[in-house]
């Protein structure tokens, strides 16, 4: 049945061309893809779409995986590299200690532009091919406390089991189970667990423990190499005759009538294609919280006020076959960041280089993937919670890093990356670019816009600096560390203003963008879009904030989405 949230208008729309029924459809031979009719067209090949086509083929299936980028791992067909990986097989992705890398440009790996306006990976494994690999297995009360029946923590806890099944996490990077790079976390653990009574503990053996604890970071790598849904769950889905991946496609919409899908339209090698689904078929889009509220608005799905700015440009004619959702794009969510500058006599600062590797460590690494370059530059994580007055409370974590940042780069400098995560009260919107492209991007309001959480997290790090030696930048601490860019003796109002105040230190975008189309709101409990019959979201859009990095979170999002799909097919 026609959902009550289909838009409809007056009848002089009714002539208009609809999205569902294109002027022109370019047969292909029957043995395309383009042309096949598909159970399941995934739009997105990333953290969370390489898993849900994975189950869907997995079940039986006939799945179309679609991805506008290309190669990233070795494995996939990936040739970006420094001279030393030559040989080797190996690519820039598959080398844990080259991740930074990425992250200043000259790479493929990235969206090209106008695609979205935030930083996002468009390759093959998304996000996941790009970031540090950090998987921490968010807590029960995140699921409990943020989250619609349905998607509580014990609705959750098959498709935990069934994904760490799959990808393990780890805690011993280097396959010569030494630790490199331990001045940092040695000095971290004397200031946090020594000096601010934190529980030192394995997060792994700990999931549920995020109240002042401290730890080794937890990765998703597979023997000394970067892994993820790519290396694990995509190798499977390859082995299926009904599962096909197709790369360098960028889906422009969805076409359908009143939320009833009949496929996709795609630009494919310069060429404008309606790639169809099977009468039963699904569209399901993991395109990332950024861009699948943007192909939805597309498509003509979504808020009133967007539809009509897109029609008065003719970018999207007005139409009876628009279906009205105004939770499309709403409450997109990033963690806002700080980078503290510490500085000790015991720390020796260690930066990974992309083209010309300390010798010693290249060929640590190339020989059997120990050494520096088998983990991340985090050496240690930890956690905390700050009360509110209204019974609530927000999370804050910390990552140490092996080297300075910015201007501070001296040898014996660290970067303490500290964030809000869950319960914070600032949330923005995925909005589209004025200039005519419609461009899907975060609204201005993503950071701070709740003045709590600059207090919040501004209190949190006034507490902890109470445990470091007295020191300003100019007089620093003979033992232990010292901040360089905050003054350890600074005031919570001192802190928060320095946090919420932009700059190279503060107010950064971590790239964590979720929350977009959330459960309950957007899509309801089966992921299906509310106001569609057939369209889905599964990716980092449907769940809410995270106490963790969200990568864990939305590979768990995407195992039960792909359960509940199928248990609704």
């Not at 076409?255 to 310069?270: F, K, L, P, Q, R």
């Not at 963690?335 to 500058?341: A, H, K, L, M, S």
């Not at 946090?499 to 309801?524: L, N």
């Not at 864990?552 to 195992?559: N, P, R």
Request: charged residues 15%; contains cysteine; negative net charge.
């Amino acid at each position: 049945m026609m959902s009550l949230l289909a838009l409809t208008v007056i009848a002089s729309f009714l002539s208009q061309s609809v999205l569902g029924a294109p002027q022109f459809e370019k047969r292909q031979d029957s043995a395309d893809w383009r042309s096949q009719e598909w159970d399941a067209i995934v739009v997105g090949a990333g953290t969370a779409g390489i898993i849900v086509a994975d189950r869907l083929s997995e079940a039986g299936k006939k799945t179309l995986l679609l991805e506008i980028g290309g190669p990233s791992y070795g494995v996939t067909g990936g040739t970006e590299k420094p001279a030393w990986l030559d040989g080797t097989g190996l690519s820039r992705v598959d080398v844990p200690g080259l991740y930074k890398s990425i992250f200043n440009g000259n790479t493929n790996l990235l969206c090209p532009p106008r695609v979205v306006n935030s930083y996002q990976a468009c390759t093959i494994g998304g996000n996941s091919a790009i970031n540090a690999g950090l998987y921490f297995q968010p807590p029960a009360s995140d699921w409990d406390d943020y989250h619609p029946e349905g998607w509580k923590s014990a609705d959750v806890k098959a498709a935990t089991r069934r994904l760490l099944d799959m990808q393990s996490s780890v805690t011993t990077y280097s396959s010569d189970g030494k630790f490199y790079m331990q001045s940092g976390y040695e000095a971290a653990k004397e200031w946090l667990v020594d000096g601010a009574g934190f529980s030192d503990v394995s997060f792994n053996d700990e999931p549920d423990n995020k109240d002042k604890v401290f730890g080794r970071p937890v990765y998703n790598y597979i023997n000394g190499q970067r892994g993820g849904p790519t290396r694990t769950y995509l190798q499977n889905a390859l082995k299926r005759r009904n599962f096909h991946l197709q790369t360098g496609v960028r889906v422009r919409r969805i076409n359908h009538i009143a939320g009833v899908a009949s496929g996709v339209a795609a630009d494919v090698e310069g060429s404008l294609v309606n790639i169809p689904l099977s009468s039963s078929g699904r569209v399901i889009l993991s395109a990332g919280a950024v861009a699948s509220p943007g192909l939805l608005m597309h498509s003509g799905i979504g808020p009133f006020e967007t539809f009509m700015d897109m029609s008065t440009t003719g970018f999207l004619p007005f139409n009876s076959t628009m279906v009205l959702n105004p939770a499309v794009g709403e409450g997109l969510f990033d963690n806002p960041n700080t980078y503290i500058e510490l500085a000790g006599p015991t720390i020796e600062s260690y930066v990974h280089d992309y083209n010309n590797p300390i010798p010693a460590d290249r060929d640590l690494y190339l020989s059997s993937r120990s050494g520096p370059y088998a983990f991340a530059s985090q050496t240690s994580a930890f956690w905390g919670y700050v009360p509110n007055s209204d019974g609530t409370r927000t999370g804050v974590q910390g990552t140490i890093d092996s080297s300075g940042h910015g201007e501070y780069g001296a040898n014996n400098t660290i970067t303490l990356n500290i964030y809000g995560t869950s319960g914070l009260g600032s949330a923005g919107r995925v909005v589209l670019s004025d200039d005519g492209n419609y461009i899907p991007g975060p609204s201005s309001d993503v950071y701070y816009s709740d003045p709590r959480d600059g207090k919040s997290i501004a209190k949190f790090i006034h507490s902890i600096f109470q445990a470091l030696p007295p020191s300003t930048p100019e007089s620093p601490a003979v033992d232990g560390l010292t901040p360089l860019n905050i003054p350890q003796n600074s005031t919570v109002e001192e802190i928060e203003t320095y946090i919420t105040t932009p700059s190279d230190y503060a107010v950064g975008a971590v790239q964590h963008w979720s929350s977009s189309c959330r459960i309950g709101k957007c899509v309801d409990t089966d992921t299906k879009v509310i106001g569609t019959d057939n369209i889905h979201v599964v990716d980092a859009s449907i769940i809410s904030p995270l106490t963790v990095n969200p990568q864990f979170g939305v590979m768990v999002a995407a195992e039960k989405g792909a359960e509940r799909i199928l248990k609704t097919w």
